[in-house]
């Protein structure tokens, strides 16, 4: 079974901090994805990664960068904390190979900014 | 526009009746991928079924099956004999392309909610 855990599940942290939210994966998953949860709106792709170093932008980059130093390790980080960003934070992964690219996701962080 | 359109935030349904989730969605692609996700209170998403652009038969798995009308632009989800333990949020999501390397996109998600 795909097992991909995220550091924490309840984070709370105050205005202006910075914030790393990891992600590890232990399939040798090549994607993998950054996604807020905010009720009412579903799921928004913030960040994503083809490979090592590699990032792209998804539909709600602004406040945010992520960081892939190993293929099996996704760092979201938040360099200084906004209110707004309080959400459910989401991490997953895909395996290029899947002929229907479903996508497997961590248990999620649940992030309060105060 | 929305890509993918859940008009029902919330629905209501009696122990041991049929659900259908609507689920709308908007490509230009010819291939493309569409994901129904279960989302119970603990959090954790739980991937349900799948059905490809191409697939012309339904998909089903278990007591989930989707309803596919490509005309329509519509991937239903339908639960047969639905159970307690269904109630949750249910999310519609869709693949553009080939791959899914791109990531999902997501519906608002439905609020199923089963009434003994």
């Known amino acids: 079974d795909v097992k991909v855990t995220q550091s924490s599940r309840y984070l709370v942290k105050r205005t202006g901090e910075k914030v790393f939210l990891e992600c590890v994966q232990d399939?040798?998953?090549?994607?993998m994805f950054w996604y807020r949860q905010d009720p009412g709106l579903g799921l928004r792709l913030i960040y994503f990664?083809?490979?090592?170093?590699?990032?792209e932008k998804g539909d709600i980059p602004e406040g945010y960068s992520v960081s892939r130093e190993k293929k099996e390790r996704f760092s979201l980080i938040l360099e200084s904390a906004s209110t707004n960003q309080t959400s459910m934070y989401l991490c997953?992964?895909?395996?290029?190979?899947?002929?229907?690219?479903?996508?497997?996701f961590g248990p999620g962080t649940r992030l309060t900014v105060t | 526009a929305q890509k993918i359109t859940q008009t029902q935030p919330g629905m209501f349904v009696q122990e041991k009746e049929a659900v259908t989730l609507d689920c709308t969605y908007d490509?230009?692609?010819?291939?493309?991928?569409l994901f129904w996700y279960k989302q119970p209170s603990s959090g954790e998403m739980i991937f349900l079924i799948y059905?490809?652009?191409?697939?012309?038969q339904n998909a089903t798995e278990g007591r989930y099956s989707l309803n596919f009308q490509k005309a329509r632009k519509s991937a239903n989800l339908v639960i047969s004999a639905s159970q307690l333990g269904d109630s949750a949020m249910y999310f519609c999501?869709?693949?553009?392309?080939?791959?899914?390397?791109?990531?999902?996109?997501f519906g608002k998600g439905t609020h199923l909610i089963i009434q003994p």
């Open positions: 990664s083809y490979d090592v170093k590699m990032k």
């Open positions: 997953a992964t895909l395996s290029v190979g899947l002929a229907g690219g479903e996508q497997y």
């Open positions: 999501a869709m693949r553009e392309g080939d791959g899914g390397a791109d990531g999902l996109t």
């Open positions: 399939m040798d998953h090549e994607n």
């Open positions: 059905q490809g652009s191409y697939d012309e």
């Open positions: 490509t230009s692609d010819q291939s493309y991928g």
